[in-house]
């Protein structure tokens, strides 16, 4: 089965710009899609086909993917984007979640 | 406003049965592939299974396969994982979440509240 790898945590401080990588083999050659989870909530959609930001998410939220990582990334990142984020692909028929990455906004 | 409204969870004993039902309005649900997703206490997303629009389709990851069963209701708007022969490991807030319909991949655009099931004896 495809096997996706996420970074467990990454530190950041406020105003500063947060990556958050999500790594699987030939990963470029499909689309990967975001998530973000704040504690006690639900997954909300941050990213999708790669690069287009879900409605309602601000602009600095932006997605790449090419050979093998994708990345999640957070421009100018504010306390308000503390949260577990969650990258998503598929292969074939199954859909495949990454272990999740913890932001931390110092 | 999508909604989806997940029910049924609850204490359910190692080899138990229980069925989960995702009750959905605000959009043409005929339309829609709708998946199921847990997350067991402090872990990550798990993917479960999908359904297609007129389940002609259904998937299953490895760890449900041949004990959970999704079937929806598009007169009902409404979603259903039947899940047999429980197992502790089988613990988690299960989400129902809406495939966006766009473009072959999926990917998640609305997810209900969740319904947590606890499987101990």
């Known amino acids: 089965s495809y096997e996706v790898t996420q970074t467990p945590s990454v530190s950041v401080s406020p105003g500063q710009t947060a990556n958050i990588t999500c790594s699987g083999d030939?990963?470029?050659?499909?689309?990967v899609s975001w998530y973000q989870q704040k504690p006690g909530q639900s997954p909300v959609l941050v990213i999708y086909q790669d690069n287009k930001r879900s409605s309602g998410i601000p602009e600095r939220f932006s997605g790449s993917n090419s050979g093998n990582t994708a990345t999640l990334t957070i421009s100018g990142t504010q306390a308000m984007d503390e949260a577990d984020y969650y990258c998503?692909?598929?292969?074939?028929?199954?859909?495949?979640f990454g272990g999740g990455t913890k932001l931390t906004v110092l | 406003e999508v909604q989806l409204v997940e029910s049924g969870g609850g204490l359910v004993k190692p080899g138990g049965s229980l069925r989960l039902s995702c009750a959905a309005s605000?959009?043409?649900?005929?339309?829609?592939?709708i998946n199921w997703v847990r997350q067991a206490p402090g872990k990550g997303l798990e993917w479960v299974s999908s359904i297609s629009s007129s389940s002609s389709y259904k998937y299953y990851a490895d760890s449900v396969k041949g004990r959970f069963t999704i079937s929806r209701d598009n007169a009902k708007n409404s979603l259903y994982l039947q899940m047999n022969s429980l197992r502790a490991e089988d613990t988690a807030v299960y989400y129902c979440a809406r495939d966006s319909a766009v473009g072959a991949s999926p990917f998640f655009d609305s997810w209900g509240q969740g319904t947590p099931v606890s499987v101990s004896s």
């Open positions: 030939k990963m470029g050659d499909e689309y």
């Open positions: 605000g959009f043409t649900f005929s339309r829609h592939s």
């Open positions: 998503q692909a598929w292969d074939s028929s199954t859909v495949v």
